[in-house]
């Protein structure tokens, strides 16, 4: 191998290391920076309680999907609420929104259509959980809440004792 050739390939092999770090790095500021998405009220929410709802036993989930049925164009336009807010709001600060009260005022309104949503998901989820025993209850519950995250290997059954 010739010293030219040498040369050239470390160039080429500093420079993939280079952009390997670029994209590590990209990768790493993107998620820090990135939005809470799932973590309040909204569409991941409504599919977790329907999700729960299925799961329960024959009585309970046709009185159950009823209650749904009612609610559900209630819920929708919660979550559409939170949608338009979010899109008033992102809008507000693209336009370069100077003024801070403009912004403010937008957070506030996503603030309170994501408030309404939640007490309007929660107020369902109760009216659910009244008809059923204790044990339906705390499983009903558990699927209708859980987390989004994947369960820890360490865990038992996700319950949160360790495995021996």
Same mark, same amino acid.
């Given at each position: 191998m010739t010293?030219?050739?040498l040369?050239?390939?470390?160039?080429?092999s500093?420079?993939?290391n280079?952009f390997? %770090?670029?994209?590590?790095?990209t990768?790493?500021?993107?998620?820090m920076?990135?939005?809470?998405?799932?973590?309040g009220?909204?569409?991941?929410?409504?599919?977790?309680l329907?999700?729960?709802?299925g %799961?329960?036993?024959?009585?309970?989930?046709?009185?159950?999907?009823?209650l749904?049925?009612?609610k559900?164009?209630?819920?929708?336009?919660k979550?559409?609420?939170i949608?338009?807010a979010r899109r008033?709001?992102?809008r507000?600060?693209?336009?370069?929104?100077?003024?801070?009260e403009a912004?403010e005022?937008?957070?506030?309104?996503?603030?309170?259509?994501r408030?309404e949503?939640?007490?309007a998901?929660?107020t369902?989820v109760r009216?659910? %959980?009244?008809?059923l025993?204790?044990d339906?209850?705390?499983?009903?519950?558990r699927?209708?809440?859980?987390?989004g995250?994947?369960k820890?290997?360490?865990?038992?059954?996700?319950?949160?004792?360790?495995r021996?």
């Amino acid at each position: 191998m010739t010293r030219r050739t040498l040369i050239i390939l470390l160039i080429v092999s500093g420079g993939l290391n280079l952009f390997l %770090a670029g994209v590590i790095a990209t990768s790493i500021v993107v998620h820090m920076n990135r939005p809470d998405v799932g973590r309040g009220p909204g569409p991941r929410t409504a599919f977790r309680l329907y999700r729960a709802v299925g %799961a329960l036993d024959e009585p309970q989930r046709s009185r159950a999907r009823a209650l749904l049925k009612e609610k559900h164009s209630e819920i929708r336009a919660k979550i559409e609420a939170i949608r338009t807010a979010r899109r008033d709001l992102r809008r507000r600060i693209r336009d370069g929104a100077v003024a801070p009260e403009a912004v403010e005022a937008g957070f506030r309104s996503l603030q309170q259509a994501r408030g309404e949503a939640r007490m309007a998901l929660h107020t369902l989820v109760r009216q659910i %959980a009244e008809s059923l025993t204790p044990d339906q209850r705390r499983r009903f519950y558990r699927k209708a809440y859980r987390s989004g995250g994947r369960k820890h290997k360490w865990r038992k059954d996700g319950e949160g004792g360790r495995r021996e």
